[in-house]
């Protein structure tokens, strides 16, 4: 064996190195699989799952149909729920591979050769779905599922035997349907380009392309048939149109110049892609050395640039990055290809134009996996790089001489596997809204119903299990109804309840309020008005608005049973659980108006001011007295060139705020003025909680609103207020303490 044939003979093994690069990160996802939850998004697809009756307003499809009876086959187990989907894509990108390979056999009449090298590059493709954080099955990945399998039918039957193909077609439309159902943009746009591919596929005659398109929509209309045994079309309709209603209703990426945003953002990552990819084009276009280099040794050297860029620039793999680097990669492939194509090495099949449709659909898909994202488009796309993989890939492959083929195929995979592992890999160090990485949870808690249990790290453990006790001293049972307000359904979960009208109340966009109540009344107020609340400190919204719909008022309708501590940064705060009372309930409410009746000059820090106690100070300032509250100056300037004011309710005053015989609810509102907070110490750390408006009506004043238990847990309240120079005056209005006791 020469010098030459065993360079060549190991560089082919690289293909198995691709392959074990996704063995390794296969292992890991099904290690995770066990740890971790998130009570946002992944609380809203397992509440969904589980109760999809309860969904009257869904907004991304139908997706928690397919994803209920997957959850049922598992036996709600969120472990083996996880798993399954995991599988699921891996089964989907061999029948993808497959269908790939045979196609290509009989359009080049080669074999494609490096088969540990496809099969690598096309699993870990699937994989980077995960780059997306979250473990549970949602509906992206129903929906990238969907599409690979839609591709990967269509494959196996657009050269197959006459009697075999129409089949395969008909399974295509059926996995159409699927994405369709799953998330309804992404599969009208999979519907009309597989439809459009069909027609430009090359085939003898009309006839046949006119029956290879009657067969996918043959399958579609199956497919949506089938669909009606587990959803009546008139429900289906009257849903869909009360989730229109919803998302047209908020004023946020989903419904706002969503194709010029989409524009935008792709434009964006092109733009950034052309430049990284500039320097390898140049070369290899240009200069007579760089075409000698051939199609092998390119992937190699693109490789090394890629990874001295984002060495230099210190940048993380996440996920519009990966679509990036992907982007830029086959621009750098496409050139190699034209750079030998001017040298005339092109092997036949290079130009074949059934092989041009083929590596178009690929570059594709991605998009339109992400399209109706309400997020980034790029960074949705991000996700499903096994497109942008595969273009490569068959670039290369088409491209190259047989010993090229041998040699650059398995060396990009193993590249391309390189780059898609470290981008997925950053998830699984700090997961999508968790307190912290997956190696670190190791307590078991019980998540859910049926006995459910999951590995958490020890703080969120204690939230699940202190609430859940707290639930069930209380004569929780499984299946009651739970409004949490706002953005805690893996709450409602993790209790065993039920979200009536809508899964998740959420208040991130304007008019997303008054969507929420739109959503609730849709279960009725019968269900609402016997439903039990959570509450959470930054909800930053007063519950009234939600409880209306119920005929209830909070918290004189509610009984308060306990709180716990959520400790992912997120959403770092208490949680509130409270039972809907079946007696009006008579409770002790004390207002407290803040005022001051004489002027007073600020100086020192832990100063008297009226019932205030200066807490911080930067600078001179003065209090005089208004017929409706006091104007705070800065005097003076303050020696470090730093203006600052904090002042907290004297214990003196305020005792309280130190010791308080019974539970009570504390709002502290102002009418206008500077900064409202409140602050508590916790056993890790001191827990600052700001004012917050949503303003739901425009003369809502500021407030800041938690409960305080009884017992001696000292807390502060007070004002923080940060002028620009000296002589700024803020006028303090409306100033009070509302407490109400709960027990």
Not at 318 to 324: E, K, V
Not at 500 to 517: D, N, Q
């Amino acid at each position: 064996m020469t010098t030459e044939s065993k360079l060549q003979w190991c560089l082919g093994k690289f293909g198995w190195a691709a392959l074990g690069m996704t063995y390794v990160l296969l292992n890991v996802l099904l290690t995770n699989t066990g740890r971790g939850f998130d009570i946002t998004d992944e609380g809203y697809y397992l509440l969904s799952a589980t109760h999809p009756g309860d969904v009257l307003a869904p907004t991304n499809g139908f997706f928690f149909l397919p994803a209920a009876g997957l959850l049922d086959l598992v036996g709600g187990d969120i472990a083996a729920f996880r798993r399954i989907g995991i599988l699921l894509l891996l089964a989907a990108s061999i029948l993808l591979g497959n269908g790939l390979r045979l196609c290509l056999q009989t359009l080049t009449g080669r074999a494609l050769g490096a088969r540990s090298a496809w099969l690598g590059a096309l699993m870990i493709g699937a994989l980077s779905y995960y780059t997306i954080g979250i473990l549970t099955p949602s509906y992206n990945l129903l929906t990238l599922l969907g599409i690979m399998l839609a591709y990967g039918c269509l494959l196996h039957g657009i050269e197959a035997a006459p009697r075999r193909r129409l089949g395969w077609l008909i399974g295509a439309g059926v996995a159409t349907t699927f994405t369709l159902v799953s998330k309804w943009p992404s599969g009208i746009v999979l519907a009309a380009g597989l439809s459009a591919w069909l027609v430009l596929w090359p085939v003898h005659g009309s006839d046949g392309r006119w029956k290879r398109l009657g067969a996918l929509w043959s399958g579609i209309a199956v497919a949506l048939l089938a669909c009606m045994v587990f959803i009546a079309p008139s429900d289906a309709i009257r849903r869909f149109n009360d989730g229109w209603t919803f998302l047209s209703g908020l004023a946020s990426p989903h419904a706002d110049g969503v194709l010029v945003r989409y524009a935008g953002q792709l434009g964006g990552v092109l733009l950034l892609a052309l430049e990284m990819a500039l320097i390898p084009l140049l070369i290899i276009t240009t200069s007579s050395r760089g075409r000698r280099l051939g199609i092998t040794w390119w992937p190699v050297l693109t490789f090394i640039w890629f990874a001295g860029i984002w060495w230099w620039t210190g940048t993380v793999i996440d996920r519009t990055i990966l679509l990036t680097i992907m982007i830029s990669w086959l621009l750098v492939t496409v050139g190699c290809r034209w750079a030998l194509a001017l040298e005339r090495r092109r092997p036949a099949d290079a130009s074949n134009p059934a092989i041009g449709l083929i590596v178009l659909a690929f570059i594709a898909l991605p998009f339109v996996f992400a399209v109706g994202t309400g997020t980034s488009l790029p960074r949705t796309a991000g996700s499903a790089t096994i497109g942008l993989i595969c273009a490569i890939m068959l670039l290369m492959w088409s491209g190259a001489r047989s010993t090229g083929s041998r040699t650059a195929v398995p060396i990009t995979a193993f590249l391309l596997a390189l780059v898609v592992c470290s981008g997925t890999m950053n998830w699984q160090v700090a997961p999508y809204r968790q307190n912290t990485m997956y190696d670190l949870q190791h307590t078991e808690t019980a998540i859910g119903v049926d006995g459910g249990k999951i590995d958490l790290d020890v703080d969120s453990a204690a939230f699940f299990t202190t609430l859940r006790g707290t639930a069930e001293g209380n004569d929780f049972t499984t299946g009651t109804d739970v409004i949490g307000v706002m953005n805690m359904p893996g709450v409602v979960y993790a209790l065993g309840g039920r979200a009536p009208g809508i899964p998740w109340l959420h208040g991130r966009y304007p008019g997303s309020i008054e969507t929420c109540v739109y959503g609730l009344e849709l279960a009725g107020r019968e269900r609402l008005h016997d439903a039990w609340l959570l509450t959470s400190d930054r909800a930053g919204l007063d519950p009234n608005v939600i409880t209306a719909a119920a005929d209830r008022r909070f918290p004189d309708d509610y009984a308060y049973c306990g709180q716990s501590w959520w400790p992912n940064d997120m959403q770092r705060g208490f949680v509130q659980l409270w039972k809907p009372s079946t007696t009006e309930t008579t409770r002790t409410t004390k207002n407290e108006p803040v005022s001051f009746t004489q002027p007073i000059d600020v100086e020192t820090r832990g100063q008297h001011v009226g019932p205030f106690l200066v807490d911080g100070v930067h600078g001179r300032f003065r209090i005089e007295p208004r017929e409706d509250g006091f104007r705070i100056t800065a005097a003076e300037s303050s020696s470090t060139g730093t203006f600052a004011l904090q002042m907290t309710l004297d214990p003196e005053s305020f005792p309280w705020v130190e010791s308080r015989p019974t539970a009570e609810l504390v709002t502290w509102r102002c009418t206008t003025g500077p900064s409202l907070f409140m602050q508590q110490d916790m056993p890790s750390g001191l827990y600052h909680l700001d004012s917050r408006n949503f303003r739901v009506h425009p003369d809502d004043h500021s407030f800041v609103e938690r409960v305080l238990d009884a017992g001696h847990d000292p807390a502060r309240i007070g004002l923080n207020w940060v002028p620009q120079r000296e002589g700024d005056h803020i006028d303090v209005t409306g100033l009070e303490v509302e407490r109400r006791e709960l027990r």
